[in-house]
T-cell receptor
C-alpha cells in the first residue's frame, strides 16, 4: 500500500520568504508523485507531477519539487511567497502500474502568507 | 478541451433524507471517474472509482453508493443520510489507461447534514 505524510498541517511564512512544504512517501515501487493546491471552497488544481523523468520538477505559479529517492521525499518549494499563494496544499502518490490511477492524498498543509 | 461539472454546489439536508450528487465530464471519452470526500483536517478520502459504464469500485464501506449510467456521468447517492456524511465531495476524472495518473477535479459539493 502507498501513503504520503505531510509534515506540518499549518505553515506560516512572510510575503517574500521561502516556502517549504514537506512530503514523504511510502511505496513499494517507484511512484508517481503530485502536488495539488486548493483555494477555499474550490476543487483541487494540479501544481506539478513527477513521473520518473527529471527529479526536479517545475510547476505552475513558480513552485517546484524535487524527488529524492534516498529520503523518500518530494518537498514543495517556492523561493518567494506571494499573498496569492495562501491555500491548502496536498501531496499525493500513485502506483504507475495500476490501470485505475487512484491517488492517495496526504492530509494537507495549510499555507498562510503574512504581509 | 475537457471540463468537469459538479452539482449542486451546496446543499443542506436533514438526517435520514436521500442524497444525489451528479458529476459530468465533457470533451473526453471513457474517462476514469472518482468520488472523494474531504472532511476538515482529514485530507481526501477516496470513496468510489469507475473505469467504465456500470463498473463501480468502493473503497470505503458506508451508506453511500455510486452509479455510472453513462460514459461521462457519475452519481453519488444515499438513501438515508447520516450526520457523519457531512463534508466536501469532489468528483474527478483521469484519462486511461496510459495517462500519467493526473486527476482533474470539479469545483466540489458541500453537504451539511443537520
Amino acid at each position: 500500500a502507498q501513503s504520503v505524510t505531510q509534515l506540518g498541517s499549518h505553515v506560516s511564512v512572510s510575503e517574500g520568504a521561502l516556502v517549504l512544504l514537506r512530503c514523504n512517501y511510502s511505496s513499494s515501487v517507484p511512484p508517481y508523485l503530485f502536488w495539488y493546491v486548493q483555494y477555499p471552497n474550490q476543487g483541487l488544481q494540479l501544481l506539478l507531477k513527477y513521473t520518473s523523468a527529471a527529479t526536479l520538477v517545475k510547476g505552475i505559479n513558480g513552485f517546484e519539487a524535487e524527488f529524492k529517492k534516498s529520503e523518500t521525499s518530494f518537498h514543495l518549494t517556492k523561493p518567494s511567497a506571494h499573498m496569492s499563494d495562501a491555500a491548502e496544499y496536498f501531496c499525493a502518490v500513485s502506483d504507475p502500474r495500476g490501470s485505475n490511477y487512484k491517488l492517495t492524498f496526504g492530509k494537507g498543509t495549510l499555507l498562510t502568507v503574512n504581509p | 478541451s475537457q471540463t468537469i461539472h459538479q452539482w449542486p454546489a451546496t446543499l443542506v439536508q436533514p438526517v435520514g433524507s436521500p442524497l444525489s450528487l451528479e458529476c459530468t465530464v465533457e470533451g473526453t471519452s471513457n474517462p476514469n471517474l472518482y468520488w472523494y470526500r474531504q472532511a476538515a483536517g482529514r485530507g481526501l478520502q477516496l470513496l468510489f472509482y469507475s473505469v467504465g459504464i456500470g463498473q463501480i469500485s468502493s473503497e470505503v464501506p458506508q451508506n453511500l453508493s455510486a452509479s455510472r449510467p453513462q460514459d461521462r456521468q457519475f452519481i453519488l447517492s444515499s438513501k438515508k443520510l447520516l450526520l457523519s456524511d457531512s463534508g466536501f465531495y469532489l468528483c474527478a476524472w483521469s484519462s486511461g489507461p496510459r495517462g500519467a495518473n493526473v486527476l482533474t477535479f470539479g469545483a466540489g459539493s458541500r453537504l451539511t447534514v443537520l
